[in-house]
């Protein structure tokens, strides 16, 4: 097996979502151009309820809107595989030697997808790395001892890596 192997952000996958949610945040911020406060009766809750659901979509557009423009022009890989560890900058933990990765398996990601989960034996570790918010997504939604690998948009293949880690797995135990 041949080090490194980099996985980088597909530009089509990323091109595609832009000409997705581009128009679609194009059309929320006209109709917030004609939307007169004023209209907008204190007592009609139901036209308040919309108006919040509509602002939180827009707030949630402009999110994948900013991360698709950041996976279309970035050049760093998203997983890099060395001989030392994995680095998964798709969710910002870094690198994660061979020797503290316990366990690997497939995940079912939703919609077809399928991605690894790897549970760590120094958790703590890497969970100091995340953000906050990082730390609720990545690790307590799957368990304080494992974190799912962000192979989403790239031109990964799960039961490859998967492979990979577990042979590395076996090397370095």
Request: charged fraction near 10%; aromatic fraction near 8%.
């Given at each position: 097996?041949?080090?490194?192997?980099a996985y980088h952000y597909s530009r089509l996958v990323a091109s595609?979502?832009?000409?997705?949610?581009?128009p679609i945040l194009a059309g929320m911020c006209w109709?917030?151009?004609k939307l007169t406060w004023e209209s907008i009766k204190s007592a009609n809750w139901i036209v308040w309820l919309i108006a919040i659901v509509?602002?939180?979509?827009?707030?949630?557009?402009?999110?994948?809107?900013?991360?698709l423009i950041r996976q279309f022009f970035t050049t760093s890989p998203s997983l890099l595989l060395t001989a030392f560890g994995l680095t998964d900058n798709a969710t910002?933990?870094?690198?994660?030697?061979?020797?503290d990765i316990k366990e690997a398996r497939l995940q079912n990601a939703g919609k077809g997808g399928i991605t690894v989960r790897l549970t760590l034996l120094n958790a703590d570790k890497y969970r100091a790395r995340l953000s906050r918010f990082g730390r609720i997504i990545y690790m307590n939604w799957f368990g304080k001892d494992q974190i799912v690998l962000g192979l989403s948009g790239t031109n990964a293949k799960a039961e490859e890596i998967l492979a990979i880690v577990k042979a590395q797995?076996?090397?370095?135990t």
């Open positions: 097996m041949t080090f490194p192997k595609a979502g832009l000409l997705l949610v581009l109709l917030l151009s509509w602002i939180v979509l827009l707030l949630v557009n402009l999110l994948l809107g900013k991360m910002k933990v870094g690198e994660i030697v061979w020797a797995i076996a090397q370095h």
